[in-house]
């Protein structure tokens, strides 16, 4: 009853003032009346009455606050007066939003990223009981299983529910208009099972499906449903074409299911028998779902305990492989996860560092203020009452500023997820503008409220009512000051750290752009090819159309040199192989290990390749190989390996060349040794990378290579096609989001620390003024006020570059990871960032400094 009674009086304000009023009134003429039967005048018995009566406005306020609720109406008051007080001084406010809207935008925007690629659950049941599984070889080396060691798993393994493999694939989807290449899994017909995929149409992969000779099936993913057959659920039952064999669709997955928004199809992977016993080649990604109840150490314990007995059954094999677990979460987030949470915290700074140049607007605003708190404070205003008034003023900022963030976000995640997309990164289309980015921005936003009000609120709050009641000059306090002055220092020191970071990303960068991939990325163009296995059934029928195409392609005009391989430098798609040399000692392990390259004449010459010594593959070699020079360097030491023998796959080649360098698995990735074989009739790969060479345009020569192909198979589509250069750049696209990125917020950094330090410099210049003019009149000379006020501001820049260096040389160890060829700690980097701050908080503080310098000591006199 209390509380309706308490929340109808919230609805009847005015009529309850009203009766309140009447109720004071009455009592006030009382009480005048039996003043003036004491023997009072008219007017000592009015002024006598007030006096015993109190404070009236004092006593108003007590009664509203018995009505209860009297916050909510109080909160309203204050804002629609923090509203006008905002309006007053449109300069400040627009100032104040834009800085915020700026700040919470681009922190939201990197917020949505981290927040759609690492923290949002999988979008599968249960996803903390999903793992992915590897082999390892020496520490940390976490390698893709074979076959064999995934069918142990699977038949031994007891505190796991299951065990799937997959690979990525690219097949040709033809037959409902123009031929496509579109990206795929393949997967055992558990996996989906164990991700426990609920189908938007139709099932699941069924268990035999996987099975050598079963019928072929398709589950489509909802994007290519809805975009390639406009979401028709008659589809379910019919047949589509992949690489020109019919695939009966069976299912469709739910919308954003599969890890990668490039994937759009799952096809069952076919366990062929012999591989029961492949243990060599390792080319599988295995997820695994332990048991409700095991942990990932007890996982790991049983997957150890069936790697020793498995190794008991094969002595000369792999003793020193391993296996390993880690959630799927955390392997599906691990490339991006440091370069996400570092560009997080640096758009953090950059909050901060907008949020400490408004709460030293707001001290000096609230200087200015100082009478009307005093005279709040004479008429009874509460420090809390105060200090609430003044932060509903810095809440209204914040939430003006998080309504225009939000719009700086929505366009900033469209175009970071489009970066992402670009970056082939896993959930990229989960990066969105959900609820719980939102309650990250209406958080932030409450937070830079409180953050950048509280301080200047409580200040003001604590006004000199005697000073302010009577007019003195305004003058600086000194807790005002200190305060303005640690937030300078603050500023400085977040702004050194950002501008430590993008340094060391700087040079970093720079150096990987120095690194050569190994091969001329000018004048070159390449393209995927996939030939379809139900029309290049054999190596010689896809040896035969390889042949005829570089043939038209060679004579096209301009073109230089063309081939083909089975693989594209800086990739990371080359094979990994074991080779042997023989006539040496047999070894425990299964040989060396080395990236696996099966290539045409011609293929090395067009990626351009340069040769160091013998020569390349010429028309007709079937038993050669070339080698590259890392190869030479590891494994032949004081010989000559040219004339030498090479034994893979259990046949022998001769060593007929040596090239330079590729860095196979990325530009930063030392080269590793590299075997090239010639593409034979027996030997001549399904997916193939062409690569032309070529002095005429690269638009008109990937038309000329459209026109040959359309001529050899009409159904045959093209896919990847970029320049070299394009190749180069797409290795190195991570490192320089990450630098450009870092970069902005430095710089944004850097200016807004500039601008703060004018505030302060300039603000304290004015309140001084009537100081620095008596000083003027008493002889002082211009250059020595000069002096000083450049050297009050340059202390606390070098004091917020020593805590900065201090913060950087902790912090941008988290960069360790993204760097190449540059220490976390490189002298050169935090010496030319501290001059770069210095120089520019110079040329900040020398306007408000030389402004002192000129100031007229009468009209300064004057004025104050």
């Known amino acids: 009853m209390i509380f309706i009674r308490r929340l109808r009086a919230l609805f009847r304000k005015d009529q309850l003032d009203s009766e309140m009023n009447d109720e004071m009134r009455l009592h006030l003429e009382l009480q005048t009346e039996r003043n003036r039967a004491a023997g009072m005048s008219a007017e000592d018995a009015r002024f006598t009455a007030l006096r015993q009566f109190g404070n009236v406005a004092s006593v108003q306020e007590q009664a509203r606050e018995q009505r209860g609720f009297i916050w909510m109406e109080q909160m309203g008051q204050d804002f629609r007066f923090g509203a006008r007080q905002l309006r007053r001084n449109p300069g400040f406010t627009a100032t104040a939003i834009a ?30 009981q999903l793992v992915q599984v590897f082999e390892t070889w020496g520490p940390g080396g976490h390698n893709p299983a074979s076959p064999g060691a995934m069918l142990d798993w699977r038949e031994q393994g007891t505190l796991f529910e299951g ?18 290449r579109v990206n795929g899994v393949r997967m055992t017909a558990n996996a989906l099972h164990l991700l426990r995929a609920r189908p938007v149409l139709g099932r699941l992969l069924a268990a035999d499906e996987d099975q050598a000779g079963a019928p072929k099936v398709v589950v489509l993913a909802h994007s290519l449903w809805q975009r390639r057959f406009g979401g028709d659920p008659a589809i379910i039952g019919q047949s589509v074409q992949f690489n020109g064999e019919s695939h009966t669709v069976v299912g469709i997955l739910p919308p954003g299911f599969l890890a990668q928004s490039t994937q759009e199809f799952v096809i069952p992977f076919v366990f062929p028998k012999q591989w029961r016993e492949q243990r060599a080649g390792h080319f599988l990604q295995v997820i695994g779902r332990l048991k409700p109840g095991v942990s990932l150490e007890q996982g790991r314990a049983e997957l150890a305990a069936i790697r020793q007995r498995t190794d008991a059954l094969y002595p000369a094999w792999k003793k020193s492989w391993g296996t390993d677990l880690v959630p799927l979460q955390e392997h599906l987030a691990s490339e991006l996860k440091p370069a996400f949470l570092v560009l997080l915290a640096a758009v953090g700074c950059v909050l901060l560092i907008g949020c400490a140049n408004i709460a030293n607007l707001l001290l000096a605003k609230a200087a200015t203020r100082g009478k009307e708190m005093a005279v709040r404070a004479a008429l009874g205003a509460s420090r809390g009452r105060i200090v609430r008034q003044l932060l509903s003023e810095s809440l209204l900022l914040a939430l003006a500023g998080a309504v225009l963030g939000l719009l700086v976000a929505v366009w900033g995640v469209d175009a970071l997820r489009r970066t992402v997309i670009a970056l082939n990164a896993p959930r990229a289309h989960e990066i969105v503008v959900d609820p719980v980015v939102l309650g990250f921005a209406l958080g932030a936003a409450m937070l830079t409220g409180l953050g950048f009000g509280l301080v200047p609120a409580w200040h003001a709050a604590r006004p000199q009512l005697r000073d302010a009641l009577q007019g003195a000059p305004r003058g600086s306090t000194g807790t005002g000051d200190r305060t303005r002055h640690l937030l300078i220092v603050g500023e400085v020191a977040l702004a050194f750290i950002l501008l430590v970071g993008a340094g060391l990303t700087l040079i970093s960068f720079y150096r990987v752009m120095r690194e050569s991939p190994g091969f001329d990325p000018h004048q070159g163009v390449t393209m995927q090819l996939s030939l379809p296995e139900q029309k290049y059934r054999n190596n010689a029928q896809r040896a035969d159309f390889y042949a005829r195409l570089l043939e038209r392609v060679a004579a096209l005009p301009g073109v230089e040199a063309a081939g083909v391989g089975n693989a594209l430098s800086l990739q990371g798609e080359t094979p990994d192989q074991f080779f042997r040399i023989p006539g040496r000692s047999p070894q425990a392990e299964p040989g060396y290990a080395a990236d696996y390259i099966n290539c045409t004449p011609g293929f090395l010459e067009a990626l351009g390749v340069p040769l160091r010594r013998g020569r390349t593959f010429a028309r007709g070699d079937t038993n050669a190989a070339l080698i590259g020079a890392a190869m030479e360097r590891e494994h032949f030491v004081g010989e000559d390996p040219l004339g030498r023998q090479v034994a893979l796959d259990n046949q022998t080649w001769e060593i007929v060349g040596i090239v330079g360098d590729l860095r196979t698995r990325g530009i930063t990735r030392p080269a590793r040794p590299v075997v090239f074989r010639p593409i034979s009739a027996a030997d001549a790969p399904r997916l193939g990378h062409l690569v032309v060479r070529s002095t005429s345009g690269n638009a008109s020569l990937v038309a000329a290579i459209r026109e040959v192909l359309r001529d050899l198979d009409p159904a045959l589509p093209i896919a990847a096609v970029r320049t070299l250069e394009d190749v180069v750049e797409g290795s190195v696209a991570r490192g320089r989001l990450t630098f450009l990125l870092l970069a902005a917020f430095a710089g944004t950094a850097l200016l807004l620390a500039a601008i703060g330090l004018y505030g302060v410099i300039a603000y304290t210049v004015t309140q001084r003024t009537r100081e620095i003019g008596i000083r003027l009149a008493l002889g002082a000379s211009p250059r020595r006020v000069l002096r000083q006020v450049l050297g009050q501001g340059l202390k606390l820049v070098v004091l917020g570059l020593i805590l900065g260096a201090l913060g950087a040389a902790g912090l941008t160890r988290l960069l360790a990871s993204l760097l190449y060829q540059v220490s976390p700690a490189d002298p050169l980097v935090f010496g030319g960032m501290a001059l770069l701050l210095l120089a520019v908080a110079l040329a900040a503080a020398w306007l408000p400094a030389r402004r002192a310098a000129k100031v007229d000591p009468m009209v300064a006199l004057r004025v104050e």
């Open 99 to 128: 800085t915020l809207a700026l700040g919470i935008g681009a922190t939201t925007a990197i917020f949505s990223v981290v927040n759609g690629v690492l923290l949002k659950p999988l979008p599968y049941a249960e996803p903390a």
């Open 163 to 180: 065990f799937a493999a997959y690979t990525n694939v690219a097949l040709n989807l033809t037959g409902t208009g123009e031929p496509e």
